[in-house]
């Protein structure tokens, strides 16, 4: 039995939420709501003319696409007969046939026959890192490809072993893991990308509730591989004093003890500009993406370190702009401050 929901413009069948697992027949999951809301705006803003939505369930994204961005060109695919069924009547419901073909096929199967898209969207159960390599492939030059990884456990630094078999790079549990999570989900996705000589750039990524997604367009120009290798390496810190910095090797030296670290990792920015002016859908993203630092801090593991009560976020972030620095909030955590200061910088205004 299947339920009828509505979010945006859509309206569709799928099965009730309290089923809501990677064995549900039709699967919906209200929660990603927000994923398909931003989903929906950067393709709006890219106008991606031919559009693979790979693991497409119900279809709501794809609906929601043609009805509230006006796109068309959309193949929507999913592996499982039942929940193309559904998705073929959902797409009728919402009068949507023309913008919408169906296709029932394994997604590694689809993006290697050859058709080339301009916005392909990976939303596996877990990683999409088994789907990426034949997408990436399947990519036209600047198309952009869109992945979700529900695997935040791993990527984010609880179970480091996972992290490095699955995306061969190692993660940090601190606070600014998500963070490390995403850029280690673009890394290996660039990497997978340039066994096939693309290049990938991301163009928008955030970290929400239990999942992380990336944007990332690919760009095929002379050179383009070894100028994103050369924004890759290390991040090293020091769990003593919450020193950080970036090397191009996993080793260094702090508070007299060897550093830990994370990666490979993307180190470069991580949102176009064209895509975060204007953006309201989550907060504190706008403002982040001017300042190019692969980390944040945390105000209260601060003031627990130097033993001093907490400093409110609006008076540190102007003590940070007064002394010359940028800072500002990040959507990657509520205590978070993302600045290109270093911790020593934020002792005196502790202590004051
Ligand atoms: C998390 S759900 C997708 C949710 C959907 N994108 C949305 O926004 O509502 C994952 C979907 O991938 C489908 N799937 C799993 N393995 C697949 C494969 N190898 N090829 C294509 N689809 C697959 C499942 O049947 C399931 O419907
Ligand atoms: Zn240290």
Not at 92 to 116: F, P, R, T, Y
Not at 137 to 144: H, I, K, P, R, T
């Amino acid at each position: 039995m299947l339920s009828l929901f509505t979010e945006g413009r859509a309206k569709f069948y799928a099965s009730p939420q309290q089923q809501a697992s990677a064995k549900t027949p039709v699967f919906y999951n209200p929660v990603m709501k927000l994923n398909r809301d931003i989903a929906v705006y950067v393709a709006g803003r890219l106008k991606p003319k031919q559009i693979c939505l790979g693991m497409e369930a119900s279809g709501v994204r794809a609906i929601r696409f043609a009805l509230e961005a006006s796109l068309s060109g959309i193949t929507a695919n999913d592996a499982s007969p039942v929940a193309v069924e559904a998705m073929k009547k959902n797409i009728e419901l919402n009068n949507a046939e023309d913008a919408i073909s169906v296709q029932n096929k394994d997604i590694k199967k689809l993006l290697s026959e050859g058709e080339a898209y301009d916005y392909i969207d990976i939303d596996p159960f877990g990683t999409p890192v088994y789907y990426a390599e034949p997408a990436i492939q399947a990519l036209s030059e600047n198309g952009v490809l869109a992945v979700t990884a529900t695997d935040t456990s791993c990527l984010c630094g609880r179970f480091v072993k996972a992290c490095i078999k699955k995306y061969s790079s190692r993660p940090l549990d601190n606070e600014f893991c998500k963070e490390t999570g995403l850029r280690i989900l673009i890394w290996k996705m660039q990497e997978l990308g340039s066994k096939h000589g693309r290049a990938l750039f991301p163009v928008f990524g955030h970290s929400s509730n239990h999942y992380i997604r990336a944007y990332m367009q690919a760009c095929n120009n002379k050179g383009a591989v070894e100028q994103m290798k050369a924004q890759q390496g290390f991040i090293l810190y020091c769990h003593k004093c919450l020193g950080r910095r970036v090397s191009v090797a996993p080793e260094g030296h702090c508070c007299g003890a060897d550093m830990d670290y994370a990666g490979l990792l993307w180190l470069g920015s991580i949102w176009d500009e064209s895509l975060v002016d204007g953006f309201t859908l989550i907060r504190h993203i706008a403002e982040e993406s001017a300042i190019n630092v692969p980390w944040h801090f945390d105000t209260h593991k601060i003031a627990k370190m130097l033993a001093v009560p907490a400093v409110r976020h609006d008076v540190l972030i102007d003590s940070l702009h007064a002394k010359g620095f940028k800072a500002s909030r990040t959507h990657f955590k509520p205590e978070g401050v993302k600045t290109d200061a270093m911790i020593s910088d934020f002792v005196p205004i502790f202590r004051q």
